[in-house]
């Protein structure tokens, strides 16, 4: 066995995937990840830098690391600033960024050699996940292409590199084999998917398979495993997608970060689009697949929204009647753009406007939930409720972490990761409570390991 290594994982979902191949490569190579600082011999800190406070907890946390054990590695986003690192603590051992798993195991062998006994490398087929078993998160590109003036992710992670359709999606198999229910489809724009690699093909199980969306979703759905599309942009090839979601082989699930509908603050953010064409689009899908759930991302206070642009945006989700909704007050990202912004909004019309944005998405949502009341939906269970037999899970219409959760209450035999149907008893504005009525088989369309 080699070394004892101690990790933290902070950020995003896409930062937590690096984690997962960071740790998989660690016991790939016969390293024990150790679950506190006292048995660590080194601690690698996997970073996030999107925002002035995820800056902070991550130096916090390298702090921390190194107050216990002296050997800290940093990787990750906020490792593409290693001068923001070292000047506050210049005794950390290496600084590399995002998605570095060479660069980090580079580091790491630096302090602890690794044991080259072939005995000690087997690494489960799924990987090492930071994710219940029952859920994976499948990231198929790195990078943006796009320049919003809010965000740095583009000088953060660099132009969009896609990942092959092939490895995708023989990740996804192995992942599904091993007992993954559901897959959540992760990039910073997965509708861009496979352009910088002009949608070239590449095989995967005799067949030759385009890096592109569609294709891939195509694939992707024929493993029986729910899937569920995260970061979708609207355009216009996504609309081939919501047919699969009409026949049940994908999740009716799109989460689409829209950040506004008025056209006069969209463009200011450098993104495309508006209310008109926000409707347009949404009513073309519903009109396919009306199950669909659509959630969305909002930034109010941008600079130069005034108060008849944050009406509009208003009057869009009074008229989008969006199945979910995230808000945030617009803050600064040191070294985005929109800082050097004229106009910008103080800080107490920013909450008054998050305040009523909020209170009105919070009718609509009670009302679409109230509407679930006394049916029977499909729930992939999470965890287990504080009373004997009970349950936590999410409907189609829920991802993990973001949107709402089910309590349902069974028999006790119901256990984390199974897919049971449950009829829909109680619904407050994020939330539902039922009662567990019957179980779901699962039969995916992969040869099973597990
Ligand atoms: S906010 Fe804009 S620039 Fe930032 S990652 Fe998303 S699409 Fe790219």
């Not at 600082?37 to 970073?47: F, G, K, P």
């Not at 489809?185 to 496979?194: L, M, R």
């Amino acid at each position: 066995m080699s070394g004892k290594v101690g990790f933290v994982s902070l950020g995003c979902p896409k930062a937590l995937v690096d984690s997962e191949r960071i740790l998989t490569q660690l016991r790939a190579e016969g390293y024990r990840v150790v679950p506190s600082y006292d048995e660590a011999e080194v601690v690698v800190v996997n970073t996030c830098g999107f925002i002035t406070p995820a800056v902070e907890e991550s130096l916090n946390a390298i702090g921390e690391a190194l107050a216990h054990t002296g050997k800290v590695i940093v990787t990750g986003c906020l490792g593409e600033r290693p001068e923001k690192i070292m000047a506050r603590h210049p005794s950390v051992l290496a600084v590399t960024g995002q998605a570095d798993v060479a660069g980090v195991m580079a580091a790491v062998h630096r302090v602890l050699p690794p044991d080259d006994n072939p005995f000690t490398s087997l690494v489960p087929p799924q990987g090492v996940k930071l994710t219940p078993r029952h859920y994976s998160y499948l990231k198929i590109a790195e990078g943006c292409n796009h320049k919003c003036a809010f965000c740095i992710i583009p000088q953060l992670r660099g132009l969009q590199v896609s990942r092959d359709a092939g490895e995708v999606l023989y990740e996804a198999y192995r992942l599904v084999a091993s007992g993954t229910k559901e897959l959540l489809v992760i990039a910073q724009d997965s509708s861009a998917y496979g352009v910088d690699l002009r949608h070239r093909e590449s095989a995967f199980q005799g067949r030759q398979v385009a890096a592109h969306l569609v294709p891939l979703v195509r694939e992707l759905s024929d493993m029986g495993a729910w899937v569920r599309l995260h970061y979708v942009y609207p355009y216009p090839h996504v609309r081939e997608l919501i047919p699969l979601m009409a026949e049940g082989k994908l999740l009716p699930y799109l989460d689409v970060p829209l950040q506004h509908a008025s056209p006069k603050v969209l463009r200011a953010m450098r993104r495309p689009g508006g209310a008109e064409s926000h409707l347009k689009t949404i009513r073309a899908w519903r009109a396919v697949c009306p199950e669909l759930a659509i959630r969305s991302t909002f930034i109010v206070g941008f600079p130069g929204e005034t108060e008849e642009d944050f009406e509009q945006l208003l009057d869009f989700l009074q008229e989008a009647r969006l199945e979910r909704v995230g808000a945030f007050t617009y803050s600064e990202v040191p070294g985005a753009v929109a800082n050097g912004f004229p106009d910008q909004v103080p800080e107490a019309v920013k909450q008054e406007r998050f305040d009523r944005l909020m209170a009105v998405q919070q009718r609509i949502s009670l009302e679409k939930n109230q509407a679930k009341v006394g049916r029977v939906l499909e729930v992939i269970v999470d965890d287990y409720g504080e009373l004997p037999g009970e349950v936590v899970g999410r409907t189609k219409a829920d991802a993990p972490g973001i949107d709402g959760t089910v309590l349902a209450t069974g028999d006790g035999t119901t256990k984390i990761g199974d897919i049971v149907r449950v009829k829909v008893t109680g619904a407050t504005a994020y939330d539902l409570s039922g009662e567990v009525v019957s179980q779901v088989p699962w039969r995916p369309n992969v040869l099973t390991l597990a």
